[in-house]
């Protein structure tokens, strides 16, 4: 089979658009081939090249004491004391899961295990933050379903205990779920490894499973644009995860770095072999010249442009010492991985691909990575933003039935016990986890050091939706507010931000308002943004978008594990006590979507300053052994707190709640910001 | 003092507790050595455990790939010699799939994984004694997808532990674990090596490692 014709119209159905086809003729002076707008496709598209993101991206704050190693590379990387650094990230796979949910999520999974490993650390905990529509629709139970046997299949058997997330409803999920992936990995601080391919002359190898047909144009067409009615078709862009091969490769990558002969190394994910190489040369200013016929194959007659854009998982690229390549090999060869040598490192920074003897690749690595288009797309505040806002409590009757409402509350999909999920992870290999998923953030014990970290992923999509500068600030507070309770200092954060079509000025301005309020939050707390994934076209055409969902990953360090505090109560005449003031603030609650089904005014307004006194405080009482137990109020307000306290204890509360304007469901429902519900030994 | 048992724990292609394993046994006093799968000739040891996870990432039958790994030979040799074997969730699949213990472990009644601590009765304990006391409830956490045990049809297992307040997996009888008829060969669903800190919600399982290391150290003072 011969390549098709490269036209203005096979360009285009290439997602490209008329003037990035341009450009592409202008870079290259020439017409492309076909594996070379194959590759100007996937590298200029949304999901590789954050063109649309990325200028908005450069306000978050990325620099910090702790911080070694900010976005850009696999993933982020600071310091935990002790000579040991934490290395995350959280990482989106939303349309896959949405297409085929078992596979999508799986992969989802594999793809972020793979970008902590590639950086030399061992993954060490796992979150997922997972978003659907309401659960009386069949097709989201079979979502649910499939996407939660999706996570636990590859974590459980790769080995790497799923200890937190979030699972929420929302109908504005329906056409379109949302799967973020987060990953925690340990690594010695003078053990870290970066994508980078320098050395020139220095032998370029491939690693791990053979490459198929499977993948092929997933980042560029499945994660670049919206659903519509051909999105059925798109089931064999997504791959296949085989969690067994991926252990084998964290084993024999971890045995290989340990030889002291990798330069570089950086995993095949979206836009598989193309994206790797060029990344990993576009940073090191190098090229890389690659023999495509060197590639392990698992199908025959795979063409170079097949080769170059399949998403096959479980594989890497990396750059070795020139001359130390046999070492590396018999690495690989021990956890019976292919390993191949299918280039070398060269200094004219364009990448060269040959195949079958013929040059069907001579492109500048640079314009088409580092310097690949981008774009200040236009912003537009939405005409009902301002309507939105307003919710006169006047209007709101007075709650007749406080304990009626209470138990609809806490028996409702987005506030009811999780563990119908998260009893289906492994929440415990490699024994490390002190506090369990079901409480505020999972407390992990760092691998042989008393320290902790304590994990937590959050956003609320509905305060985003109702006010998304407010809501992504609020993902931030409580996020790290969800780390202080266990008496962890936060530390840093990853973010993932899901939205809509950026082509969209309504979108765009979403975004844009998300990013603002998240740098805002995140510097006034202390945490820098180190790592992180933007997904776009969260849409399905004629359905509208799914609510600006910017949500957070938060890594909090405790110096001494053994003092993380649980959500819990722990004894009979335990003193309770409500940390932070509560005010008449029902905007964007789940009591009036519950009761009242309204989505309706403002999020709680959110004084950053209170916040962070709020922190501080946790953190001294709870490093003086002053707390039994410490919860987060946020969802369903301080009635559900204190329950969700008590359920989780056994033991039951009585409680007294300060007066609100007279009104039982303000005091026992009012989403009020900053505070916490906490215990202690009476006096 | 004797020395310390010495304890070989066996690494599969897809064992993930088996450093969760070792570092159980070395808590609770012993000597531990990695053995990769391909190692057919064993080191001179007291006692061998073969860990949890997913050997050949349990695509077919769960341990029935495993059990034909070169090192497999020589632990069938040792445990016919009476050298204690522990099994742990995907080891003790594989020593049942050797022929080491009788029956099989089959999905969970739910068909879904199953993450959650549960409580074991101690009933026989074979050569494994100490605090291992019959009647003992043992607060362990079980982590599998297969982990139903179904008995042989013509032979009754010696039950070693059994699930208190019924089975998280459909288990027969409620069975976690089961003994072979000489006594040295031990084989169970919950995870011990994840039960031997306080820090991490209980220290049942070292009753049950210590007992195993006892009974290594008894077996190496009978060969002299």
Same mark, same amino acid.
């Given at each position: 089979?011969?390549?098709?014709?490269?036209?203005?119209?096979?360009?285009?159905?290439?997602?490209?658009?008329?003037?990035?086809?341009?450009?592409?003729?202008?870079?290259?002076?020439?017409?492309?081939?076909?594996?070379?707008?194959?590759?100007?496709?996937?590298?200029?598209?949304?999901?590789?090249?954050?063109?649309?993101?990325?200028?908005?991206?450069?306000?978050?704050?990325?620099?910090?004491?702790?911080?070694?190693?900010?976005?850009?590379?696999?993933?982020?990387?600071?310091?935990?004391?002790?000579?040991?650094?934490?290395?995350?990230?959280?990482?989106?796979?939303?349309?896959?899961?949405?297409?085929?949910?078992?596979?999508?999520?799986?992969?989802?999974?594999?793809?972020?295990?793979?970008?902590?490993?590639?950086?030399?650390?061992?993954?060490?905990?796992?979150?997922?933050?997972?978003?659907?529509?309401?659960?009386?629709?069949? @097709?989201?139970?079979?979502?649910?379903?499939?996407?939660?046997?999706?996570?636990?299949?590859?974590?459980?058997?790769?080995?790497? *205990?799923?200890?937190?997330?979030?699972?929420?409803?929302?109908?504005?999920?329906?056409?379109?779920?949302?799967?973020?992936?987060?990953?925690?990995?340990?690594?010695?601080?003078?053990?870290?490894?970066?994508?980078?391919?320098?050395?020139?002359?220095?032998?370029?190898?491939?690693?791990?499973?053979?490459?198929?047909?499977?993948?092929?144009?997933?980042?560029?067409?499945?994660?670049?644009?919206?659903?519509?009615?051909?999105?059925?078709?798109?089931?064999?862009?997504?791959?296949?995860?085989?969690?067994?091969?991926?252990?084998?490769?964290?084993?024999?990558?971890?045995?290989?770095?340990?030889?002291?002969?990798?330069?570089?190394? @950086?995993?095949?994910?979206?836009?598989?072999?193309?994206?790797?190489?060029?990344?990993?040369?576009?940073?090191?200013?190098?090229?890389?010249?690659?023999?495509?016929?060197?590639?392990? @194959?698992?199908?025959?007659?795979?063409?170079?442009?097949?080769?170059?854009?399949?998403?096959?998982?479980? !594989?890497?690229?990396?750059?070795?010492?020139?001359?130390?390549?046999?070492?590396?090999?018999?690495?690989?060869?021990?956890?019976?991985?292919?390993?191949?040598?299918?280039?070398?490192?060269?200094?004219?920074?364009?990448?060269?691909?040959?195949?079958?003897?013929?040059?069907?690749?001579?492109?500048?690595?640079?314009?088409?990575?580092?310097?690949?288009?981008?774009?200040?797309?236009?912003?537009?505040?939405?005409?009902?933003?301002?309507?939105?806002?307003?919710?006169?409590?006047?209007?709101?009757?007075?709650?007749?039935?406080?304990?009626?409402?209470?138990?609809?509350?806490?028996?409702?999909?987005?506030?009811?016990?999780?563990?119908?999920?998260?009893?289906?992870?492994?929440?415990?290999?490699?024994?490390?986890?002190?506090?369990?998923?079901?409480?505020?953030?999972?407390?992990? !014990?760092?691998?042989?050091?008393?320290?902790?970290?304590?994990?937590?992923?959050?956003?609320?999509?509905?305060?985003?939706?109702?006010?998304?500068?407010?809501?992504?600030?609020?993902?931030?507070?409580?996020?790290?507010?969800?780390?202080?309770?266990?008496?962890?200092?936060?530390?840093?954060?990853?973010?993932?931000?899901?939205?809509?079509?950026?082509?969209?000025?309504?979108?765009?301005?979403?975004?844009?308002?998300?990013?603002?309020?998240?740098?805002?939050?995140?510097?006034?707390?202390?945490?820098?943004?180190?790592?992180?994934?933007?997904?776009?076209?969260?849409?399905?055409?004629?359905?509208?978008?799914?609510?600006?969902?910017?949500?957070?990953?938060?890594?909090?360090?405790?110096?001494?594990?053994?003092?993380?505090?649980?959500?819990?109560?722990?004894?009979?005449?335990?003193?309770?006590?409500?940390?932070?003031?509560?005010?008449?603030?029902?905007?964007?609650?789940?009591?009036?979507?519950?009761?009242?089904?309204?989505?309706?005014?403002?999020?709680?307004?959110?004084?950053?300053?209170?916040?962070?006194?709020?922190?501080?405080?946790?953190?001294? *009482?709870?490093?003086?052994?002053?707390?039994?137990?410490?919860?987060?109020?946020?969802?369903?307000?301080?009635?559900?707190?204190?329950?969700?306290?008590?359920?989780?204890?056994?033991?039951?509360?009585?409680?007294?709640?300060?007066?609100?304007?007279?009104?039982?469901?303000?005091?026992?429902?009012?989403?009020?910001?900053?505070? *916490?519900?906490?215990?202690?030994?009476?006096? | 003092?004797?020395?310390?048992?010495?304890?070989?724990?066996?690494?599969?292609?897809?064992?993930?507790?088996?450093?969760?394993?070792?570092?159980?046994?070395?808590?609770?006093?012993?000597?531990?050595?990695?053995?990769?799968?391909?190692?057919?000739?064993?080191?001179?040891? =007291?006692?061998?455990?073969?860990?949890?996870?997913?050997?050949?990432? =349990?695509?077919?039958?769960?341990?029935?790939?495993?059990?034909?790994?070169?090192?497999?030979?020589?632990?069938?040799?040792?445990?016919?010699?009476?050298?204690?074997?522990?099994?742990?969730?995907?080891?003790?699949?594989?020593?049942?799939?050797?022929?080491?213990?009788?029956?099989?472990?089959?999905?969970?009644?739910?068909?879904?994984?199953?993450?959650?601590?549960?409580?074991?009765?101690?009933?026989?304990?074979?050569?494994?004694?100490?605090?291992?006391?019959?009647?003992?409830?043992?607060?362990?956490?079980?982590?599998?997808?297969?982990?139903?045990?179904?008995?042989?049809?013509?032979?009754?297992?010696?039950?070693?532990?059994?699930?208190?307040?019924?089975?998280?997996?459909?288990?027969? =009888?409620?069975?976690?674990?089961?003994?072979?008829?000489?006594?040295?060969?031990?084989?169970?669903?919950?995870?011990?090596?994840?039960?031997?800190?306080?820090?991490?919600?209980?220290?049942?399982?070292?009753?049950?490692?210590?007992?195993?290391?006892?009974?290594?150290? =008894?077996?190496?003072?009978?060969?002299?």
């Amino acid at each position: 089979m011969s390549d098709p014709e490269v036209d203005l119209e096979l360009a285009r159905a290439h997602g490209l658009s008329d003037h990035e086809a341009a450009l592409v003729f202008e870079i290259l002076g020439r017409k492309p081939t076909y594996p070379e707008l194959g590759i100007f496709s996937v590298m200029w598209s949304e999901h590789c090249s954050y063109k649309s993101s990325k200028k908005l991206l450069q306000t978050l704050p990325t620099k910090g004491a702790c911080v070694i190693q900010g976005p850009g590379e696999n993933a982020g990387v600071v310091d935990i004391g002790d000579g040991n650094v934490c290395v995350f990230k959280i990482e989106s796979h939303n349309h896959p899961s949405y297409v085929e949910p078992h596979a999508g999520a799986a992969t989802g999974v594999g793809g972020i295990l793979r970008d902590i490993f590639t950086m030399g650390a061992r993954p060490l905990a796992s979150l997922d933050s997972l978003r659907f529509g309401p659960l009386d629709d069949p @097709q989201q139970r079979y979502l649910v379903r499939g996407v939660v046997s999706g996570v636990g299949s590859y974590g459980n058997c790769f080995g790497c *205990a799923t200890v937190g997330g979030e699972v929420t409803f929302h109908p504005r999920y329906r056409k379109n779920i949302l799967v973020n992936a987060m990953n925690v990995g340990i690594a010695r601080a003078d053990g870290i490894f970066l994508a980078k391919a320098a050395g020139i002359g220095n032998p370029v190898i491939y690693v791990g499973s053979k490459t198929g047909r499977d993948g092929i144009h997933g980042a560029s067409l499945l994660a670049s644009s919206e659903f519509d009615e051909h999105t059925e078709e798109m089931r064999p862009t997504v791959q296949l995860g085989d969690p067994f091969t991926e252990k084998l490769l964290l084993e024999a990558c971890l045995e290989a770095m340990k030889t002291g002969a990798i330069v570089g190394i @950086q995993d095949m994910g979206a836009a598989g072999l193309t994206c790797s190489s060029f990344e990993m040369a576009s940073r090191s200013g190098t090229g890389i010249e690659m023999d495509l016929d060197r590639v392990p @194959q698992r199908e025959t007659n795979m063409t170079p442009y097949e080769l170059l854009l399949s998403e096959s998982q479980e !594989r890497m690229l990396l750059v070795a010492e020139a001359g130390r390549e046999q070492e590396i090999l018999d690495v690989f060869a021990k956890w019976d991985l292919d390993a191949a040598l299918v280039g070398r490192v060269t200094n004219d920074g364009k990448m060269r691909v040959r195949w079958h003897g013929q040059t069907v690749v001579d492109i500048p690595v640079d314009p088409v990575a580092a310097s690949s288009p981008v774009y200040e797309r236009p912003q537009a505040r939405p005409a009902d933003f301002e309507a939105r806002q307003k919710l006169d409590l006047a209007t709101v009757p007075i709650e007749p039935d406080p304990s009626g409402a209470l138990l609809e509350l806490l028996g409702s999909p987005n506030l009811c016990s999780r563990e119908w999920v998260y009893r289906q992870y492994d929440q415990l290999v490699q024994s490390s986890t002190v506090l369990r998923p079901g409480g505020d953030a999972a407390v992990v !014990r760092v691998p042989e050091t008393e320290r902790g970290l304590a994990l937590k992923t959050d956003c609320n999509p509905r305060y985003c939706a109702q006010d998304p500068y407010l809501g992504a600030m609020h993902a931030v507070a409580e996020a790290a507010r969800n780390v202080a309770v266990t008496g962890a200092k936060p530390l840093a954060a990853t973010n993932c931000l899901n939205f809509g079509s950026p082509e969209r000025p309504e979108c765009m301005w979403e975004f844009a308002e998300s990013v603002r309020g998240m740098g805002e939050a995140c510097r006034a707390l202390g945490v820098p943004i180190v790592s992180g994934n933007v997904s776009f076209y969260n849409e399905t055409s004629g359905e509208g978008s799914i609510p600006p969902t910017p949500t957070i990953g938060m890594v909090g360090l405790l110096d001494d594990v053994s003092r993380a505090v649980p959500a819990a109560f722990r004894g009979a005449g335990d003193a309770v006590i409500l940390f932070g003031e509560t005010f008449a603030e029902l905007g964007a609650s789940e009591y009036l979507a519950v009761r009242h089904g309204l989505e309706r005014g403002a999020p709680p307004a959110l004084d950053l300053a209170a916040e962070q006194r709020l922190h501080a405080l946790l953190f001294e *009482a709870a490093n003086r052994g002053l707390l039994r137990s410490a919860h987060d109020c946020s969802e369903g307000g301080a009635a559900i707190a204190l329950a969700e306290c008590a359920i989780r204890s056994g033991f039951g509360v009585e409680a007294t709640l300060p007066d609100v304007g007279g009104r039982p469901e303000l005091a026992l429902f009012s989403e009020s910001a900053s505070r *916490a519900v906490v215990s202690c030994t009476a006096a | 003092m004797p020395k310390p048992a010495r304890i070989g724990v066996v690494m599969f292609p897809g064992s993930n507790d088996d450093r969760d394993l070792a570092r159980g046994f070395a808590l609770c006093g012993a000597e531990v050595e990695m053995i990769w799968h391909k190692d057919a000739r064993l080191p001179e040891l =007291d006692g061998i455990g073969i860990p949890g996870g997913f050997s050949y990432g =349990d695509y077919l039958r769960c341990g029935a790939m495993a059990r034909f790994s070169p090192v497999m030979r020589s632990v069938v040799q040792l445990a016919a010699m009476g050298r204690p074997v522990l099994g742990v969730c995907n080891g003790f699949q594989i020593l049942c799939e050797s022929g080491l213990l009788p029956g099989a472990l089959v999905r969970n009644r739910d068909l879904r994984f199953v993450c959650v601590d549960t409580r074991v009765a101690v009933e026989e304990r074979g050569l494994f004694r100490g605090e291992l006391t019959p009647g003992r409830e043992l607060l362990i956490p079980v982590k599998h997808g297969e982990g139903a045990y179904v008995p042989d049809a013509e032979r009754k297992p010696r039950v070693a532990f059994r699930y208190v307040g019924g089975s998280p997996n459909g288990s027969t =009888d409620d069975i976690a674990g089961i003994v072979s008829d000489a006594g040295n060969v031990i084989g169970l669903m919950p995870h011990p090596e994840h039960a031997v800190e306080a820090l991490l919600g209980s220290t049942d399982g070292g009753v049950l490692l210590r007992a195993f290391l006892a009974a290594c150290v =008894d077996a190496r003072q009978a060969r002299r």
